[in-house]
C-alpha cells in the first residue's frame, strides 16, 4: 500500500479528477449527445426546407413582374405581354424599371383641415377665419422671418407665383414655373408618386385663385398616363418677428388636452437669418413625420427638395430678376433592376424554434445535476474529499462548454444552410446575447437542481418549461410585443423571466434579418442598440445581472439544502469561534447522567475512556464519539423518534470495530452522523482530532465509506470508478495506477475484463465489492462499511474480508453487518447496537464468554421418548433449560459450571441403549446466540420501561 505521505489534493487535483470522469462520463452518452445535437440540425432544416417552398411560392409567374394577356394588336386573340405597365400591383414590386418616370417635384400641401387659421390661441390677424374650414377653402400658409423684414417680405412674394404655366407639349418644363404641391403622403420609393394616384388633388399655389382654377393634366407613366386634375390654393407668406414666433406657433396645437386637436399646419417656415444681396442663408423647418400610417414605412421621403428649391429661387429673382429661373423640373427614381419577392420565413418562425432549441440545453444540464443528486454521487464525491469549490467550478465549466459547442455547431450550421437569421446579423451581437444566455441557463439549471431530487421529475418539468416558454413566448410575449398600446414596462417585467428574455432578443434578430432580407440591407449592428424599439440593450442588461443573482444565489442554495449548513452559515466565519477546547460546559452533562446509570459496565467504561481521551486531547485515536444523540422530531402527531441515544466510543488506529444491531437500531444514523451526512442532535464526534461539527472538509480527505447502497455511476467502469476516487485522494501517475489494479485485484474484479465493464452491467455482489474497493482506495485513515458483504457469494466474501484484514493494518474501521461470522472474522471488538444505545461492547471471545457461559445441547427422538429425554438432562444438569421443542427435536442450555462434556457423551451412549436417538448435538454458544441475547433483553427492557 502506498504510505501516507501523500497530503489532501489540491483544487487543481480535484477538479482535474472531476474533469476526467465528467468527459468519460459524457462520452459513455454518446448517443444522448448525437440526438441533442441533431434536434437543431433538425430544426434547421425544417426551416429551410419551408424556406424553399416559400421561395417556389414567390417564384411563381404571378408572383414576378407582370405579364398579362392582351389583345394588342385587334385581331381578337390576345398576346402575352410584359412590362410595368401591365402588371399587377402586387407584380410591379418585382418588374426592372429601366427608366423611372419623371415627376414633377411637389410640396407638402396641409390638408384642408388643418390648414393654419386663426384660433383663440393663434390670434395672429393675417391668419385666415376659422369660417374657411367649413368650405375647404383655406388657404395655405408660409412663414417667414429674418434680420431684414422687407428682403424677407419680398423673397416670400417671389415664392408664389401669380400665374399658371401649363403647356401639354411640355409638361414637366412649364409645371417647373409653377409651384406645385399634394396632401397625399409619400412613399417609400418615387417609383409612383401617390399624388398622381389618389383621389386627393394636385395643387398649385396662387396669391389669389380666380373662380374656374381647375385643370385635368395627363401625366405621362411610361408610356401610360394618368390623368389628374389640379386645383388653386391660395398661398400666404407672413412675416413674423422672430424664429421663436414661428415656433411658438408651429407648436401652439399641440398642447395637452386641446380637445379639438386645432392643429395648425404650415407649408413651411423660412428664417432668412442674416441674408442680404451678397450672402444668401436660410433655415427651413418642414414636417418630418410625414408618412402614411397605413402601410407606409418609416423611411418614407419628405417632400423637402422642392421648399429648398423655392427659397434658392426667389433669392435668385431678388437679385437677378424676376425673368432669372433655377427649375427644378422632375424627380425621378434610380433605375431598378428586376427583383424577387423574397419572404425570410426562417426569421418569422426562428424565435419559436430557435428558442426551443437554445432551452433544450436547459433540461439536459438540470437532468445530470439532479443524477448526481438523486443518487446520491455528490454527497458520495464530497465524502471522499470533493470540495464544493472544484465541484462547481468543473461542473459550471463544463456545462458551459457544452452548451457552448452546442450553440456554436447550431450557429455555424445554420449559416451554412444560409439562414438569414443567422447570416444578416452581426455575429458578435449574436455572439454575446447567446453566451450570456447560455451562462443565465447554467446558473439557472444549479438553481433548479437544488430544488429537485428526483431525475425523471426534473426531466418532465424541464422538458414541460422548454416547450411551454416557446410557445407562450410565441403566442402571446410576441402578441405584447407587437401591441404597441401594450407597456413596455410590463414587457420589461415579463422579461425577467429568462426564457422570455431569450424569446425577446431572437425576435429582434429576426426582425432585424428579415426587414434586412427584405429591404437588402444588414441586420442588426452595434449601434442599432441604440434604436428605441430595439430590445436587445435591455435583454443583454436584464440577462447579464440576473446571471450573477442567480449564480450567486444557487452556490448559496446548493450550500444550504445539499451541504447540510444553516441558512446564513457564511455569519458563522464573522462570529467569534469558541475557544477550542474539547470540553464541553458541565452543565450539558448533567442531562445524560440518568440514562448513564442504567448502563452495562462495558459501555460506561468506554464512555469513561472517551472521556479520558477528551481531557488529554489526545488524537491517536482516529475515530471518537463524543455522547453522540440524534433525534428525528416527532411529525404528523408521532412522538419524538430516537435514533442514537448518547454513544460514546473510541477507536485506535488498527482496528476494526463491528457494530451488530437489529434492523432499525440506529447504526446507519450513527454512520450518518460521522460521515456528515446529518447532524448530531447533541455531543460530537472526532475523527483524526477533527470535530464533526464543523471540519467535516477536512475530515472527508481522510475518508473512506462504502455506503449500505451502492453509489455507482452506471455507465462508467469499475476502473474509472477508481480512477476518479483515487485522483480525489491526490494519487498521482504510476502510483494511482498501481492502487488501482491492486484494489481491483483485492475485490476479484481484476481479471475477466470486468474492470472495463460498465458499472451499471455488474452483478450486485461485483457492484459490492466496487464499492468496498472505493471506500478503501487511496489509503484513507478512517473507513466506515456498512454492510459490506451483503449480496455476496462465499467466495467473493472471503476474499472481500482477506481486503478488509489487510486494510485493517493502519486505520480504524466502522463496519456494520448482519452476518455474525464476518463480525468474529473481521473485527477486534464488536458493539451490540439495540434501540439507539449499545448494550455490550468488547472482543467476541469476551462477549461470548460473558453472554454465553452455556452449552446448547440437541437431540432428536420420537415424540413418546421425549420425558426420557427431558429426565436424562435433568440428571446432567439440574439448572438446564429447555428453549426449543417441536415433534420429538428438544434444545437445552446446560450452563457450563454444571457439566463435563465427557459425561453428556456417557448419558448419551446410555440413553442409546435404552430407546432409539436419531440424533443429537453440543454445541458452545455462538456470538449469533449472544446476539440473540442481548438484543432480547434490551427490547424487553425497553419494553418495561
Ligand atoms: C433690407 O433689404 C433691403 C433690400 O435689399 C435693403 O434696401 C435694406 O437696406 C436692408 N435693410 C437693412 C437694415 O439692412
Ligand atoms: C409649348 O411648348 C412648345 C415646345 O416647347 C412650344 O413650341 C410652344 O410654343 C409652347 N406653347 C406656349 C403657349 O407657350
Ligand atoms: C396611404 O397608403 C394607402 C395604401 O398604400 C393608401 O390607400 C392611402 O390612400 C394612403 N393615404 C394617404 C393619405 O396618402
Ligand atoms: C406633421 O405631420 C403629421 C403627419 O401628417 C401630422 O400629424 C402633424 O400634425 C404635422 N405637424 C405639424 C406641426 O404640422
Ligand atoms: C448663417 O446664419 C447662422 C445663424 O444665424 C450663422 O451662425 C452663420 O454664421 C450664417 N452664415 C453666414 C455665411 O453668414
Redesign the pocket.
Known amino acids: 500500500m502506498a504510505d501516507t505521505s501523500h497530503g489532501p489534493a489540491s483544487f487543481w487535483t480535484q477538479a482535474n479528477a472531476l474533469l476526467r470522469k465528467n468527459l468519460t462520463f459524457q462520452k459513455r452518452n454518446f448517443r444522448s449527445n448525437i440526438r441533442l445535437v441533431t434536434f437543431p440540425f433538425v430544426l434547421c432544416l425544417l426551416l429551410l426546407i419551408i424556406q424553399i417552398l416559400v421561395n417556389k411560392e414567390l417564384d411563381k409567374p404571378s408572383n414576378k413582374c407582370g405579364c398579362t394577356c392582351i389583345d394588342t394588336n385587334g385581331d381578337g386573340k390576345c398576346e402575352e405581354v410584359c412590362g410595368i405597365q401591365y402588371s399587377t400591383l402586387d407584380q410591379v414590386a418585382t418588374c426592372p424599371i429601366p427608366s423611372p418616370p419623371q415627376w414633377p417635384p411637389l410640396l407638402q400641401i ?1 390638408a384642408p383641415e ?1 390648414r393654419a387659421v386663426q384660433t383663440d390661441f393663434i390670434s395672429y390677424a393675417d391668419l385666415p377665419n376659422e369660417s374657411c374650414k367649413r368650405t375647404g377653402s383655406c388657404p395655405v400658409t408660409i412663414l417667414l422671418t429674418g434680420k431684414n423684414q422687407t428682403l424677407g417680405q419680398s423673397l416670400g412674394a417671389n415664392m408664389i407665383p401669380s400665374s399658371l404655366t401649363l403647356n401639354s407639349s411640355d409638361l414637366l418644363y412649364s409645371l417647373a414655373n409653377d409651384v406645385l404641391g399634394s396632401a397625399s ?1 409619400p412613399q417609400l420609393t418615387n417609383f409612383l408618386d401617390p399624388a398622381f394616384f389618389s383621389n386627393l388633388p394636385v395643387y398649385y399655389l396662387q396669391p389669389q385663385c380666380a373662380s374656374n382654377s381647375t385643370f385635368s393634366v395627363s401625366f405621362p407613366i411610361g408610356s401610360a398616363l394618368s390623368e389628374q386634375e389640379i386645383n388653386c390654393v391660395q398661398g400666404l407668406h407672413l412675416w413674423r418677428n422672430s424664429p421663436s414666433e414661428i415656433n411658438d406657433e ?1 407648436y401652439k396645437g399641440y398642447w395637452k388636452g386641446n380637445p379639438e386637436r386645432k ?1 395648425n ?2 407649408i413651411a417656415g423660412y428664417d432668412f437669418l442674416n441674408t442680404d444681396a451678397t450672402n444668401f442663408n436660410v433655415s427651413i423647418w418642414y ?1 418630418s ?2 408618412k402614411n400610417d397605413s402601410g407606409g414605412s418609416p423611411l418614407a421621403l419628405t417632400r423637402v427638395p422642392r421648399s429648398v428649391n423655392l427659397a434658392s429661387n426667389a433669392y435668385l429673382q431678388f437679385l437677378l430678376g424676376a425673368g432669372t429661373k433655377m427649375l427644378f423640373e422632375f424627380v425621378k427614381e434610380m433605375p431598378k433592376p428586376e427583383t424577387e419577392l423574397r419572404l425570410d420565413f426562417s426569421s418569422l418562425l426562428g424565435p419559436l424554434f430557435f428558442t426551443w432549441v437554445i432551452l433544450q440545453l436547459f433540461p439536459v444540464v438540470l437532468s445530470s445535476l439532479v443524477y448526481e443528486k438523486q443518487q446520491r454521487l455528490r454527497i458520495m464525491m464530497k465524502m471522499h474529499g470533493l470540495g464544493d469549490g472544484p465541484y462547481w467550478m468543473i461542473s459550471y465549466a463544463y456545462f458551459l462548454l457544452l452548451s457552448a459547442i452546442y450553440m456554436l455547431v447550431f450557429v455555424i450550421f445554420g449559416s451554412l444552410i444560409g439562414l438569414k437569421f443567422f447570416s444578416l446579423n452581426d455575429y458578435s451581437i449574436q455572439f454575446i446575447f447567446y453566451f450570456f444566455y447560455i451562462n443565465l441557463q447554467v446558473s439557472l439549471a444549479f438553481l433548479a437542481a437544488a430544488l429537485f431530487s428526483n431525475v425523471k421529475t426534473a426531466t418532465v418539468l424541464g422538458y414541460i418549461t422548454v416547450f411551454g416558454t416557446g410557445l407562450l413566448g410565441g403566442f402571446l410575449f410576441q402578441f405584447f410585443l407587437q401591441d404597441s398600446s401594450f407597456p413596455r414596462g410590463w414587457i420589461t417585467v415579463l422579461e425577467l423571466y429568462p426564457g422570455f428574455s431569450l424569446y425577446r432578443g431572437l425576435y429582434e434578430f429576426a426582425q432585424y434579418a428579415f426587414a434586412g432580407d427584405y429591404m437588402g440591407t444588414d441586420g442588426m449592428r452595434w449601434k442599432d442598440l441604440s434604436d428605441s424599439s430595439n430590445g436587445m440593450k435591455e435583454v443583454l442588461i436584464i440577462m447579464s445581472i440576473e446571471w450573477l443573482v442567480i449564480l450567486f444565489v444557487a452556490f448559496y442554495v446548493d450550500q444550504v439544502v445539499s451541504s447540510g449548513k444553516s441558512p446564513i452559515f457564511f455569519l458563522h466565519n464573522f462570529r467569534k469561534k469558541p475557544s477550542s477546547s474539547f470540553r464541553r460546559p458541565s452543565l450539558q452533562r448533567q442531562g445524560s447522567r440518568v440514562f448513564v446509570d442504567m448502563e452495562k459496565p462495558d459501555v460506561l467504561q468506554e464512555r469513561e475512556k472517551v472521556e479520558q481521551l477528551l481531557l488529554e486531547s489526545s488524537s491517536s485515536y482516529a475515530i471518537m464519539a463524543d455522547n453522540l444523540k440524534k433525534v428525528y422530531p416527532g411529525r404528523d402527531g408521532n412522538p419524538e423518534k430516537f435514533a442514537v441515544r448518547g454513544l460514546s466510543l473510541a477507536l485506535p488506529r488498527g482496528e476494526c470495530f463491528g457494530m451488530l444491531g437489529p434492523n432499525g437500531a440506529g447504526k446507519t444514523s450513527f454512520i450518518s452522523m460521522m460521515i456528515g451526512l446529518t447532524k448530531p442532535s447533541s455531543g460530537t464526534g472526532y475523527v483524526q482530532g477533527l470535530d464533526i461539527r464543523s471540519q467535516m472538509n477536512s475530515i472527508y480527505t481522510s475518508m473512506g465509506v462504502c455506503p449500505q447502497h451502492n453509489l455507482l455511476w452506471e455507465t462508467l467502469t469499475g476502473r474509472e470508478h477508481l480512477l476518479f476516487y483515487g485522483r480525489l485522494k491526490n494519487l498521482k501517475g504510476a502510483a494511482l495506477t498501481q492502487a488501482v489494479e491492486e484494489s481491483l485485484k483485492g475485490v476479484n474484479l481484476f481479471y475477466g475484463g470486468v474492470a472495463d465493464k460498465q458499472a451499471g452491467k455488474y452483478s450486485g455482489g461485483m457492484k459490492r465489492r466496487l464499492s468496498v474497493a472505493i471506500s478503501l482506495i487511496g489509503d484513507p485513515k478512517v473507513v466506515y462499511m456498512d454492510e459490506p458483504s451483503t449480496g455476496l457469494d462465499p467466495a467473493s466474501r472471503n476474499s472481500l474480508w482477506n481486503v478488509v484484514k489487510r486494510a485493517k493494518q493502519d486505520r480504524a474501521i466502522i463496519l456494520t453487518t448482519h452476518s455474525m461470522e464476518e463480525a468474529e472474522h473481521l473485527c477486534d471488538r464488536l458493539g451490540i447496537f439495540v434501540d439507539g444505545s449499545l448494550q455490550c461492547i468488547g472482543n467476541p471471545k469476551e462477549l461470548k464468554a460473558r453472554y454465553g457461559g452455556s452449552y446448547v445441547f440437541t437431540m432428536t427422538t420420537s415424540a413418546n421418548h421425549e420425558e426420557e429425554v427431558v429426565k436424562l438432562v435433568r440428571d446432567l444438569s439440574p439448572n438446564a433449560n429447555r428453549i426449543y421443542q417441536i415433534s420429538g427435536t428438544q434444545k437445552f442450555e446446560l450452563p457450563k459450571y454444571e457439566v463435563k462434556i465427557a459425561d453428556v457423551f456417557q448419558a448419551v451412549e446410555n440413553a442409546k441403549s435404552r430407546f432409539t436417538v436419531n440424533a443429537w448435538g453440543l454445541a458452545d454458544t455462538t456470538l449469533e446466540d449472544v446476539f440473540i441475547k442481548v438484543a432480547r433483553g434490551a427490547q424487553a427492557f425497553n419494553v418495561l420501561s
Do not use: F, M
Open positions: 396641409p388643418y403622403k408651429l392643429i399646419e404650415i414636417n413625420t410625414y
